[in-house]
T-cell receptor
Framework: GAVVSQHPSRVICKSGTSVKIECRSLDFQATTMFWYRQFPKQSLMLMATSNEGSKATYEQGVEKDKFLINHASLTLSTLTVTSAHPEDSSFYIC?????????????FGPGTRLTVL | QQQVKQSPQSLIVQKGGISIINCAYENTAFDYFPWYQQFPGKGPALLIAIRPDVSEKKEGRFTISFNKSAKQFSLHIMDSQPGDSATYFCAASFSGSARQLTFGSGTQLTVLP
């Protein structure tokens, strides 16, 4: 299968600071990446769809000025949580869309646990 | 229309038993139905997926059954093992949405030794 990495795996920050999370597709090019948020014992909530070279499309209720997404290359998308607050503490997961061999599949990263103090 | 409803919320099965998780959808535009397995603190991993042109797909101990007329699909785990204990999510997507996945609410499976 395709491999997607995320960095960092865990981050603890003070309230008011910004945090950047990287998502990389290691062995394939991804024109589309997705960012999700997951609270304990809940399903994945799509935050935004990130397309290489263009602005991200945010889901309703997600503040685009707070969650900055950049998809600068076919293998890298970043999510920056600006002015983080305790309510932003969550598990953030990215996925990358792989189009190869006739299949069209999303592969997920291992997730980033963000804790805002 | 975008919802995917998943049941049960939790499931306890004895080792060697069959685990069955069900999902139902409304949007007839969905044409791809994957199942993901997630362990605590990890990202979801693709387990198996099906398209609506087939009624069943089997990979090892995992089988998806698909009923297009009823708009339902299910995951069967045969010979369930303690290592299968995880949260399982069904999902659905269609090509017109950049393949955005609509997830079910998840099923926490516990396989007792």
């Amino acid at each position: 299968g395709a491999v997607v990495s995320q960095h960092p795996s865990r981050v603890i920050c003070k309230s008011g600071t910004s945090v950047k999370i990287e998502c990389r597709s290691l062995d394939f090019q991804a024109t589309t990446m997705f960012w999700y948020r997951q609270f304990p014992k809940q399903s994945l909530m799509l935050m935004a769809t990130s397309n290489e070279g263009s602005k991200a499309t945010y889901e309703q209720g997600v503040e685009k000025d707070k969650f900055l997404i950049n998809h600068a290359s076919l293998t890298l998308s970043t999510l920056t949580v600006t002015s983080a607050h305790p309510e932003d503490s969550s598990f953030y997961i990215c996925s990358a869309r792989a189009l190869r061999g006739g299949s069209d599949t999303q592969y997920f990263g291992p997730g980033t646990r963000l804790t805002v103090l | 229309q975008q919802q995917v409803k998943q049941s049960p919320q939790s499931l306890i099965v004895q080792k060697g038993g069959i685990s069955i998780i069900n999902c139902a959808y409304e949007n007839t535009a969905f044409d791809y139905f994957p199942w993901y397995q997630q362990f605590p603190g990890k990202g979801p991993a693709l387990l198996i997926a099906i398209r609506p042109d087939v009624s069943e797909k089997k990979e090892g101990r995992f089988t998806i059954s698909f009923n297009k007329s009823a708009k339902q699909f299910s995951l069967h785990i045969m010979d369930s093992q303690p290592g299968d204990s995880a949260t399982y999510f069904c999902a659905a997507s269609f090509s017109g949405s950049a393949r955005q996945l609509t997830f079910g609410s998840g099923t926490q499976l516990t396989v007792l030794p």
